[in-house]
């Protein structure tokens, strides 16, 4: 059997954005399948991959929620980039934590 390392995913379907965030020790994969249901609702949605997530553990303690953080800010701003100014986020565990701080910091 073949293993695939999860990426990042953006699925564009709409003028409305999603971003969404894993948790601590997770991966993109988690938030897959809700981002295939935003995106058949119209929402465009982005999922970003934190440093060191879904592979090799030991990359993993090889980082810090600095990074992490910073990997979710990315996700965010590769949506202003691409145009998106309605922008909502939704996380869970760690990511949902990030969304919190994303809403304190940014217009979302």
Same mark, same amino acid.
């Given at each position: 059997?073949? /293993? %695939?390392?999860?990426?990042?995913? !953006? /699925?564009e379907?709409g003028k +409305?954005?999603? =971003? =969404? &965030?894993? *948790?601590?020790?997770?991966? !993109?994969?988690?938030?897959?399948r #809700?981002g295939?249901?935003l995106?058949? +609702?119209?929402?465009?949605?982005?999922? @970003? &991959?934190y440093k060191?997530?879904?592979g090799?553990? =030991?990359?993993? %303690?090889?980082?810090? @929620? /600095?990074?992490?953080?910073?990997?979710?800010v990315? *996700?965010y701003d590769? #949506?202003? +980039?691409r145009?998106?100014?309605? /922008?909502?986020?939704?996380g869970?565990? &760690?990511?949902? %934590?990030?969304? =919190? +701080?994303l809403?304190?910091e940014r217009? %979302?």
């Open positions: 059997m073949k /293993i %695939i390392s999860p990426k990042p995913f !953006t /699925i379907a +409305r954005a999603v =971003l =969404l &965030l894993h *948790g601590f020790t997770g991966n !993109t994969n988690d938030v897959k #809700l295939r249901y995106a058949e +609702r119209n929402y465009t949605v982005h999922a @970003p &991959l060191g997530h879904g090799d553990p =030991l990359a993993l %303690i090889q980082t810090d @929620p /600095i990074e992490w953080w910073n990997s979710a990315e *996700g590769e #949506l202003r +980039r145009g998106y100014t309605e /922008i909502a986020v939704a869970v565990s &760690l990511g949902g %934590i990030f969304s =919190l +701080r809403g304190e217009p %979302i």
